[in-house]
């Protein structure tokens, strides 16, 4: 059995919605195979734009991706927004459901990415569910996982599919991971989903937190990166929810796809 540490932690303030979001980019990893326990969760949408639509019921499938928040470029996140952003790792898993059919405008929100236009994309169908794990026993602090704890997310597959085409450099920046997998340079390639937040039927989040998780939306792009060596990792669920679910072994093997921060119909995160 892993045991869970917290490690100290002096009082962290909490970055704002736009400092958050803008410098939070996710690598993700093609993981060993896995299916959890059979759960069913009723998702509810919980950004500005979103917030409207239907309940979504989903059943968690196979685990497939674990992503990880990384830098780009060497632009790190600044102080007091790092020691949040470091700590998300989410786990994804295959779900379905009806197709959403909602148009969007999106635009980047992350510096290094800036100058790239905005698009108008298509949301279709859900098809991976992204919740809060921690890797290997190592927990957040506890003002930080107040908060991470909080963060699902429900990608959608979007189109059209449109490349970047732009070479990047990617540094990890979760502790577990710094010294496992080095930086590497990578070739983003074309968008296929869009993540956005949502809430777990039965969670119980803070309406501070709710007012920074409710503005986090996500691009996922696929890359192309060098072969890596596989590591292995323990993952145990962090949000409330799903917290008596087993821990789970996995094995990254690939990295396949980047996820960016992105605002919807312009509507920017405050502050």
């Known amino acids: 059995m892993v045991f869970l540490v917290a490690p100290p932690a002096g009082a962290l303030a909490l970055p704002t919605p736009a400092q958050l979001v803008s410098n939070l980019d996710l690598e993700c990893f093609k993981t060993s195979p ?4 059979a759960v069913g969760l009723a998702l509810r949408h919980i950004n500005p734009v979103l917030v409207g639509l239907p309940i979504e019921q989903v059943s968690l499938g196979a685990r497939d991706q674990l992503c990880v928040p990384v830098a780009k470029n060497d632009v790190i996140p600044p102080d007091g927004v790092l020691d949040f952003v470091r700590y998300v790792d989410l786990s994804c898993y295959r779900v379905t459901g009806s197709s959403m059919d909602k148009s969007l405008v999106l635009s980047h929100l992350n510096r290094v990415l800036s100058d790239l236009p905005r698009k108008q994309v298509l949301l279709n169908r859900p098809e991976q569910l992204c919740v809060p794990v921690a890797k ?5 602090p506890a003002e930080v996982l107040r908060v991470v704890r909080h963060i699902d ?10 490349p970047m085409n732009r070479p990047l450099a990617l540094r990890q920046l979760n502790p577990v991971l710094v010294g496992k997998i080095p930086p590497a340079d990578v070739r983003v390639g074309y968008s296929r989903q869009l993540c956005v937040p949502v809430y777990k039927g039965g969670d119980n989040i803070p309406p501070e937190v709710m007012d920074l998780v409710r503005w986090i939306d996500l691009e996922k792009y696929d890359i ?25 072994k996995a094995t990254l093997t690939a990295a396949v796809q980047l996820g960016v921060p992105v605002a919807k119909d312009g509507r920017i995160p405050p502050g």
């Open 153 to 162: 997310l429900l990608c959608y597959g979007a189109t059209p599919n449109v």
């Open 136 to 140: 290997n026993g190592v927990l957040p």
């Open 224 to 248: 192309t990166a060098r072969e890596m060596a596989p590591v292995d990792l323990t993952l145990r669920h962090l949000n409330p929810v799903l917290a008596r679910l087993p821990e789970e």
């Open 34 to 37: 896995y299916q959890p326990p």
